[in-house]
């Protein structure tokens, strides 16, 4: 019974890593030269070593002068890093294919053999790992130089997508490095995948922000330098537009850093917004009935273009919104620059508004109540 059990346990089969059918590969005419020096494996695998690192030599001079004749009729360097990028493991990849067919030819024992192939695949995966990890940043940093056309990607979100490329590559190359050294690569991804519901969880305030700034950059609702007002009454400049929070600079001076998942589900109103930079302020103002409307129109006019800083394009103007209890409600409509100086610019107006009624004699009405005391006869004394 124990002999039987032995018999079984030494005829079965192990599976022997990259052993190919040379001879399937090779030409007619050139089997017989393989089975000829198949017998002398050391000497195969030195020729093999030779004609290999002549080939990756002559990949590598195509690449770099062949390919980049080509690449320097263009105005980019993108395709001149690219080809230096993917040029760097060609040699190294010939040699390695070379050691892997000399491996097959020793005809080593089993366990070194594999040994030394999962070596070789390990070796390789490192090369083209980093040649990935090089393009993958590459392509990126064009992208991010053209925002008219890929607004998502830009300086400030470079770290985050170079992160995220880099975890995809790094790991696409764990997963085919546990294929080669024969590790079954579902347990571990089903505690990655545990592992990163939990840490989802912890930290889905942090994820929310990250994502909410990523499309607040993407869709562009507002940028650095823009005035804003939030639904909760905030308004300032902002200063800083990250990952996780914006910044907004008070006319008080003082900063406000609001998380994007916020900003992300507020109602904002961009004063800095629209086909042009610019705001339009409204100043309401009172006149007494029977004064000369086309003189209060045209002073308040002239008064508007004499501020340095109101737009002359769209020209400033002037309407009578309505008849009030005891005054012509005009209103003066006037655009400036820059949103942040309208307080200060509708005090100036005022104040010259103030001066210039005063100069044309514009009344400017006030409520009053007339009180008129009538004397009532009081009873008659009997």
């Given amino acids: 019974m124990a002999e039987s059990e032995a018999v079984q346990q030494v005829s079965i089969p192990t599976e022997r890593l990259f052993d190919p059918d040379i001879h399937a590969w090779l030409p007619d005419w050139l089997v017989p030269v393989w089975s000829f020096m ?44 690219l080809i230096e990028a993917v040029n760097h493991p060609v040699l190294s990849t010939v040699v390695i294919l070379a ?15 594999n040994l030394t192939v999962r070596l070789l695949y390990t070796v390789l995966l490192l090369l083209w790992t980093r040649s990935a990890l090089q393009v993958a940043h590459l392509v990126l940093e064009i992208l991010s130089r053209n925002r008219h056309r890929f607004t998502i990607i830009q300086p400030r979100t470079m770290p985050a997508f170079d992160m995220t490329l880099k975890i995809l590559v790094i790991g696409a190359a764990l997963y085919l490095f546990m294929l080669a050294w024969g590790i079954n690569p579902t347990a571990w991804l089903a505690s990655a995948g545990v592992i990163g519901i939990a840490v989802g969880f912890a930290a889905k305030d942090t994820l929310a922000n990250l994502f909410s700034g990523i499309f607040i950059i993407a869709d562009a609702p507002y940028k650095i330098g823009d005035y804003i007002v939030l639904d909760t009454g905030e308004r300032g400049m902002v200063k800083q537009l990250g990952m996780r929070s914006t910044r907004l600079l008070t ?32 100043i309401p103002i009172g ?21 340095p800083e109101v737009i002359r394009q769209p020209a400033p103007r002037v309407r009578l919104r309505g008849f009030g209890d005891s005054a012509l409600n005009f209103e003066l409509l006037a655009w400036i620059d820059h949103p942040q100086d309208r307080g200060r610019i509708s005090h100036e107006l005022n104040m010259s508004i103030y001066r210039g009624f005063a100069s044309a004699g514009i009344q400017i009405p006030f409520p009053q109540r007339d009180v008129h005391v009538r004397t009532m006869p009081g009873p008659t004394d009997t």
Wanted: aromatic share 8%.
């Fill in 251 to 282: 006319r008080d001076d003082i900063e406000i850093t609001i998380p994007n998942a916020v900003m992300g589900n507020a109602k904002i109103i961009n004063e800095s917004g629209g086909p042009w930079e610019k705001q339009r302020i409204r």
């Fill in 99 to 113: 050691l892997l067919v000399g491996t097959s030819v020793l005809r080593l024992p089993e366990f070194i053999h």
């Fill in 38 to 81: 198949a017998d002398f494996p050391i000497v195969l695998l030195v020729l093999l070593l030779i004609l290999s690192y002549g080939l990756g030599k002559t990949l590598q001079a195509f690449f770099s002068k062949g390919l980049r004749k080509l690449t320097s009729r263009t105005p980019s360097e993108f395709d001149d890093r």
């Fill in 287 to 307: 006149v007494a009935y029977g004064s000369d409307a086309d003189q209060v129109m045209e002073t308040l006019n002239a008064i508007a273009l004499e501020h």
